[in-house]
């Protein structure tokens, strides 16, 4: 079962634009979010995170917010550039032995010149 | 240059055969895992290692086996037994319980 989600497989934004990629989470008690990047043939890059003691984490154009009332978190790129075209992962810490991450799907965003 | 290092980047497997996928870090971190990726899913837990001489498997570490000899390596062989081994392999590390996981580069398996 999927704890992690992303319902949106991919999004095209105009350079310069907003995007917004979206996650759900059915865990209620995940308390770390993760945003990662990756390009075709190359491993996922950490791009931000938050706590879920706050609602929001600002890293230059990069922005991740929480509702944990919804049990959702987006991450907002503005300006969106065509450098942010790839695959867009949330993932959670399991909080079990593992320790390892819960990953959504992925949502490939295109930035269009 | 610290960081993770899969190889190869290909591989291809033939009917019967066992293949082994390296993967090495010099981070200096304790802990290391493998995740598997399919067209359109998420990444998922092949096995993992916390420690030395220590490991655990995953939610899908059926048809794999992996070694923990030394704190650097942790290399994955995805045996016969693994009916659909093509996939995008992914070796993975991070200190302890800290929550960042830095990836290497994948190595992409096929069947011949």
């Known amino acids: 079962d999927q704890q992690v989600k992303q319902n949106s497989p991919s999004l095209s934004v105009q350079e310069g634009r907003i995007s917004i990629l979206n996650c759900d989470y059915t865990?209620?008690?995940?308390?770390?979010f993760l945003w990662y990047k990756k390009y075709p043939a190359e491993g996922p890059t950490f791009l931000i995170s938050?706590?879920?003691?706050?609602d929001k984490n600002e890293d230059g154009r990069f922005t991740v917010f929480l509702n944990k009332s919804a049990k959702h978190l987006s991450l907002h790129i503005v300006p969106s550039q065509p450098g942010d075209s790839a695959v867009y992962f949330c993932a959670a810490p399991s909080r079990t032995g593992a320790n390892n991450l819960f990953f959504g799907t992925g949502t490939r965003l295109t930035v269009i010149p | 240059d610290g960081g993770i290092t899969q190889s190869p980047k290909y591989l291809f497997r033939k009917e019967g055969q066992n293949v082994t996928l390296s993967c090495e870090q010099n981070?200096?971190?304790?802990?290391m895992y493998w995740y598997r990726q399919d067209p359109g899913q998420g990444l998922r837990l092949i096995y993992y290692s916390q420690i030395v001489n220590d490991f655990q498997k995953g939610d899908i570490a059926e048809g794999y086996s992996v070694s923990r000899e030394k704190k650097e390596s942790f290399p994955l062989t995805v045996t016969s037994a693994q009916k659909n081994p093509t996939a995008f392999y992914l070796c993975?590390?991070?200190?302890?319980?800290?929550?960042?996981?830095?990836f290497g580069a994948g190595t992409r398996l096929s069947v011949l």
């Open positions: 938050i706590s879920s003691i706050k």
């Open positions: 993975a590390s991070s200190i302890g319980s800290q929550n960042i996981q830095y």
């Open positions: 865990n209620s008690m995940f308390d770390y």
């Open positions: 981070l200096n971190h304790d802990a």
